[in-house]
């Protein structure tokens, strides 16, 4: 694949059709009056693993030959796209190994285990994570599924804006969650040609905001390991790939604060009745501070994953 397109977009729904959740929309009327807008919210908490990834991880491993689903697969991750890729090569009848920080949330890492993966640690802010991981798919004869900077993870993770755009029609604007930002790059992949003139929006943590300095600089700019509790964003440098993409189709990236993730993570549970993870609710965050200006009627907000154990839930939430 040369480049990403919809046709991939659709074709990697139909792959994931009948596998992967068709996750509800959610709305708000309490929202819609305190933003001044329609506000249509994708639950990817209720996506298989808790978060979007398994929908990029199972598309890239359902294309897999017979020969690499033999021999395992490899990936690197803080916390979903492991379990994503752990549960997807189950399901593909296939072994995985995944190259996890030391630091990674505990029940992200228990539930990687439980899916039946092997995890590999490592220091996230002493090591490179793609460099370790290469080497160790390289070592065992392994395909390397990365988290982000793949064209087929990229189109299943597209699939969340396919999904949404067919279930509530136009929309004035979509707020995605940046990472490594291969969701926004599927996502604005299938939205700005579903839907023309819709206002693709990226959100990060403001201690992680390489895509917002590498969208100004007009390539990607890489900055320290970012300390946030939003830790699937904390990601030093855009993907090659992703970014190719972004910087076409993204109109902004806009940052919160670790408060304002966690405020939104309190209106998602008190209003909405859902748990979402500090990187789930970075895009809600962004909308209710009012990061986003001239704000359309319509509007998309994809809730990126649920994934926080009830400790880390209370901590967080009793210090708001």
Do not use: W
Request: charged share 20%; proline share 4%; with cysteine.
């Amino acid at each position: 694949m040369a480049e990403l397109s919809l046709s991939d977009v659709q074709a990697a729904a139909d792959r994931l059709a009948g596998v992967a959740h068709r996750t509800p929309v959610l709305t708000s009327r309490t929202l819609n009056e305190r933003v001044g807008a329609e506000v249509f919210l994708k639950a990817e908490n209720f996506q298989r693993i808790g978060a979007f990834k398994f929908r990029g991880a199972y598309n890239a491993i359902s294309l897999l030959t017979p020969d690499q689903l033999r021999s395992g697969v490899a990936a690197y991750s803080s916390g979903n796209h492991a379990q994503a890729v752990a549960l997807a090569a189950r399901l593909a009848g296939t072994s995985a190994v995944i190259l996890m920080p030391e630091d990674a949330p505990p029940t992200k890492l228990a539930a990687t285990r439980g899916y039946g993966a092997e995890v590999v640690t490592y220091d996230r802010y002493t090591q490179d994570r793609t460099a370790l991981a290469q080497e160790l798919a390289k070592e065992r004869g392994r395909t390397l599924i990365p988290p982000y900077d793949h064209y087929d993870v990229m189109a299943g993770q597209g699939t969340v804006a396919l999904e949404m755009l067919e279930q509530v029609g136009h929309l004035g604007a979509m707020l995605v969650p940046v990472g490594g930002g291969g969701l926004m790059a599927g996502c604005a992949t299938a939205a700005t040609l579903m839907c023309p003139g819709i206002r693709m929006i990226g959100v990060e943590p403001a201690a992680g905001d390489d895509h917002a300095r590498s969208l100004v600089a007009g390539e990607r700019v890489e900055i320290a390991v970012p300390r946030t509790i939003a830790d699937g964003q904390a990601i030093s440098i855009p993907g090659e790939l992703t970014f190719a993409v972004n910087r076409r189709l993204v109109e902004s990236f806009e940052l919160v604060s670790d408060e304002e993730i966690v405020a939104a993570m309190a209106f998602a549970f008190e209003r909405l009745k859902i748990v979402l993870e500090p990187s789930g609710a970075s895009a809600l965050a962004a909308l209710l501070a009012g990061r986003i200006h001239g704000l359309p009627e319509r509007v998309g907000v994809v809730l990126s994953g649920g994934n926080v154990g009830l400790e880390r839930f209370r901590e967080l939430l009793g210090n708001s």
